[in-house]
């Protein structure tokens, strides 16, 4: 089992940057397939982005390609999501997410994302 804590987030003006982290317990996280998904009001929880266990392959929804950059550092059980250029649409709740196989199984508290225009 992983438990996974987040940080990061806040209010920013569209254009700007945020960078959410996102800690796993545990030490056994290069096991997982780690992910970010979002909510915004009124929404289904959408992808964002996804990394593979060793960090060789990434993977973006079409509205942040190019924005946003996930990484990951297994020494410190990290994944992290870099946000450039943010986007009054972007404005949601994120969330990690940690995959043992097919399956997006374990989830952070999320932190909220406000991109103001």
């Known amino acids: 089992q992983i438990q996974l804590l987040q940080s990061g987030g806040g209010l920013v003006q569209a254009g700007g940057s945020l960078r959410l982290s996102c800690v796993a317990s545990?030490?056994?996280?290069?096991?997982?397939?780690m992910g970010w998904f979002r909510q915004a009001p009124g929404k289904e929880r959408e992808f964002v982005s996804t990394i593979s266990r060793i960090g060789d392959t990434t993977s973006y929804a079409d509205s942040v390609k190019g924005r946003f950059t996930i990484s990951r550092d297994n020494a410190k059980n990290t994944v992290a999501l870099q946000m450039n250029n943010l986007k009054p649409e972007d404005t949601a709740v994120y969330y990690c997410?940690?995959?043992?196989?097919?399956?997006?199984?374990?989830w952070g508290q999320g932190t909220q994302v406000t991109v103001s225009s």
């Open positions: 545990g030490r056994t996280f290069n096991y997982y397939r």
């Open positions: 997410a940690a995959a043992p196989g097919r399956e997006y199984e374990y």
